[in-house]
């Protein structure tokens, strides 16, 4: 896999793919980014010559854009900054670079790092609701802080047994588990977690290399079974017209998707839902796309995902029409799955 349009060749699920996909851009991005850090002043000759990135600087586009800044001068603070904010800039080509990379990396956009901690968060919602549903005391991180330097995710005051074993902690994590990641983390968390409390799991929600739990015991993903993992797996986002909500099936079709959060994207809702103000439909929105203001109401709406499924709801039955269309774009290059409905 190369980029987000090869999550629709494999049969796997697209949270794995996309999953696997990011580990191995980032460990590109670790290898490739010391040599580009060599070449800066050629950097810098190219982008004056063809005001372009070189091919060659095959980053994802934020960390292309962050080299390309400082090829040219910029300080820290100044591309910390310019990616917080590109219409400050004044240089309307590299501010078009700057939002395209903002819309386009998923991995290091702002984006990109609010869907991976939403990733997280639903990966650990679907923990705690296995654990309440069966009236377990448990004790998260929050609740340790102040108690330890390494807290687990959840914690068991008094051991307990889950698929055979007795454990006192179990650790979430969002990730495939590969070796390389693997190792890292029993290094920082899970060997450090046996030391303190004893025996306890990891679960790696989009699976792992076989022969991993050597040290430290892994929980397969398979044993819980819930709807938000349908959604942490699947990363599916609805959208739909509102018309489509006063059909007398609707009802029953979304109990069956499973949607967490109607977000109002600007009409008036026949069911409880989220409205985002920076998502409200507006003229020539395709230029408002390039404003701080959407790009908050976009980070807003990814946080949403941590709570489940997402369908976004606005007045224009076509989504080729609405600015749906827009949002959806941004979405799918975050890696989620849009699928927009048009009748039951």
């Known amino acids: 896999m190369r980029s987000i349009r090869d999550l629709n060749r494999f049969s796997f699920s697209r949270g794995a793919l996309f999953t696997i996909l990011s580990q ?46 400082k090829a040219i001068g910029f300080t820290k603070s100044e591309i910390r900054n310019s990616l917080k904010n590109p219409s400050k800039i004044g240089d309307e080509k590299i501010e078009d670079l700057i ?19 939403a990733r ?34 959840f914690f068991f005051p008094e051991p307990i047994n889950v698929n055979g074993k007795r454990i006192k902690w179990i650790e979430s994590k969002a990730l495939f588990g590969d070796p390389k990641t693997h190792w890292i983390y029993s290094k920082k968390q899970y060997l450090r977690y046996r030391e303190l409390f004893g025996d306890g799991y990891v679960v790696y929600w989009f699976g792992y290399v076989k022969g991993l739990d050597s040290d430290v015991d892994i929980l397969s993903s398979r044993f819980f ?11 599916k986002v609805f959208t739909a017209g509102v018309s489509l909500l006063k059909d007398e099936n609707f009802q029953k079709r979304m109990e069956k998707l499973a949607i967490k959060s109607f977000v109002n994207l600007g009409c008036e809702l026949p069911v409880p839902g989220v409205e985002i103000p ?18 908050e109401g976009m980070a ?12 976004l709801i606005c007045r224009e039955k076509d989504w080729r029409k609405c600015h749906r269309k827009h949002i959806s774009w941004v979405l799918r290059n975050m890696g989620f799955d849009v699928i927009h409905l048009r009748a039951f």
């Open 120 to 153: 997280g968060k639903l990966g650990e919602a679907i923990i705690k609701d296995w654990l309440e549903h069966r009236r377990i005391e448990f004790r998260d991180e929050y609740d340790m802080r102040g108690e330890s330097k390494k807290t687990p995710d």
């Open 99 to 117: 939002w395209n990379s903002l819309f386009t990396d998923y991995i290091y956009s702002p984006l990109a790092v609010k869907h991976q901690f």
């Open 24 to 69: 191995k851009r980032i460990d590109l991005v670790k290898k490739k980014h010391p040599i580009a850090m060599q070449k800066l002043d050629y950097i810098a000759s190219y982008w004056k010559s063809k005001k372009k990135i070189p091919p060659w600087l095959n980053l994802t586009p934020v960390m292309s854009v962050r080299i390309l800044l």
């Open 278 to 295: 920076e998502l409200i439909k507006r003229d020539n929105f395709r230029e408002y796309m390039k404003t701080k203001d959407f790009l």
């Open 300 to 311: 807003k709406l990814i946080e949403l995902y941590s709570e489940g499924r997402i369908m």
């Open 225 to 235: 079974n819930s709807r938000l993992k349908n959604a942490l797996l699947d990363m």
